[in-house]
């Protein structure tokens, strides 16, 4: 007499154990489902198999979390489609902007790491570059919680579905775009998630069974305020000391400096332009002014320096109040009071037009 298969589905099954036990299952729970059904442990456990997790243990959504992974629609890019930074009007290219523009044009995949003072240019060099040779770049601002899934991709609730999300690497991995890594000096060794992609081998997602292979053109550039040693003045506070290996995956690190006074002025220049408040001898006077102040920093003279960034801030003030010595000082606030004075006082002796008393009360 032939053998009947047993009329009991695995929908069946599933529907005791969901009833009695709920989604996670265990070997004995599964023992009773098996008694239950009058079945072997073994056939129950076949049923099963797309719900196994681990030796002895079961979770009846996991194969329909999966089926609707591949089933469902993709999530919303991590990323905007048009990838392609904008031309900054007021940009004036300076330090590492033509080394890093040549090796993006080339479309070697060269991972690069940046490294310099706070508001000096890093991140804008690159997207600028980008702008310049019509390249996709993807940004990605690295924290102390930067994880796996934040870089990598998870799975995401969509519409009442779960479904895999791309993350920012793999987007940039699957446009052949660059991606930046800014601020990288602050993660975590979860950044570690990295390292095969930082060799050029693209990277296996495992949690979805895919191996996904870099486009040409594809590169990783990365911008820090420290080597990736920590910072040992205490500056920049949450910089962490990362891992050598990762750290040895770049093949060149280039230090940035700040603009030369000429350059700073003329940056200055055009940002006033554009605001309508061009005035040459100001933004002299502000390049100069700053030049003294990080020699000073330099020799060891002061603990604070006056970034590019911060003369731009000081620029959109002064296009606020059109008073030259407030714009200063609101722009210097944020440093203790000897250090914000002795700024405000150096200024004072540069420009001769300017009348400190006068000028602070004044509109």
Same mark, same amino acid.
């Given at each position: ?13 599933? #529907? ?113 570059? *980008?702008?310049?040779? #019509? ?57 570690? *998630? ?22 040409? #053109? ?64 100001? *933004? ?46 609101? *722009? ?32």
């Amino acid at each position: 007499m032939p053998f009947a298969p047993s009329p009991v589905t695995t929908e069946d099954i599933k #529907g005791y154990l969901q009833e009695k036990f709920g989604t996670e299952i265990d070997a004995s729970q599964l023992r009773q489902a098996a008694a239950h059904f009058d079945l072997g442990y073994q056939t129950v456990s076949k049923r099963l198999k797309a719900f196994k997790v681990k030796v002895g243990s079961w979770n009846l959504t996991v194969a329909e979390k999966l089926e609707r992974v591949y089933e469902g629609l993709p999530a919303t890019p991590a990323v905007e489609q048009d990838l392609i930074p904008q031309k900054d009007p007021n940009y004036v290219p300076f330090g590492n902007y033509s080394d890093v523009k040549k090796i993006i044009s080339s479309n070697m995949f060269y991972p690069t790491f940046i490294t310099g003072l706070s508001g000096n240019g890093k991140t804008l060099s690159v997207e600028q570059a *980008c702008a310049q040779l #019509g390249r996709e770049l993807v940004r990605v601002n690295i924290t102390i919680e930067t994880d796996e899934d934040d870089l990598i991709g998870g799975f995401r609730l969509v519409d009442g579905a779960t479904v895999w999300h791309d993350g920012p690497v793999i987007q940039a991995l699957n446009r052949g775009a660059i991606l930046l890594l800014d601020e990288i000096d602050l993660a975590s060794n979860k950044i570690l *998630c990295l390292q095969s992609i930082l060799e050029g081998k693209g990277v296996f997602l495992k949690k979805v069974g895919r191996f996904v292979q870099p486009k040409s #053109g594809f590169n990783i550039i990365a911008t820090a305020n420290t080597k990736g040693k920590g910072s040992d003045d205490g500056r920049f506070i949450g910089t962490n000391v990362l891992n050598e290996a990762f750290l040895e995956r770049f093949a060149l690190t280039f230090e940035q400096e700040y603009p030369t006074p000429k350059t700073e002025q003329k940056i200055l220049e055009k940002v006033s332009a554009n605001l309508g408040v061009l005035d040459e001898e100001f *933004c002299e006077n502000l390049a100069n002014w700053s030049d003294i102040i990080r020699r000073t920093f330099r020799d060891g003279g002061i603990d604070e320096v006056i970034s590019t960034r911060r003369l731009v801030h000081i620029i959109r003030a002064f296009a606020i109040w059109n008073n030259r010595v407030k714009a200063i000082q609101v *722009c210097v606030n944020r440093f203790d009071e000897e250090t914000k004075q002795s700024f405000v006082d150096l200024y004072d002796k540069i420009d001769a037009k300017v009348d400190l008393e006068e000028e602070t009360d004044g509109e």
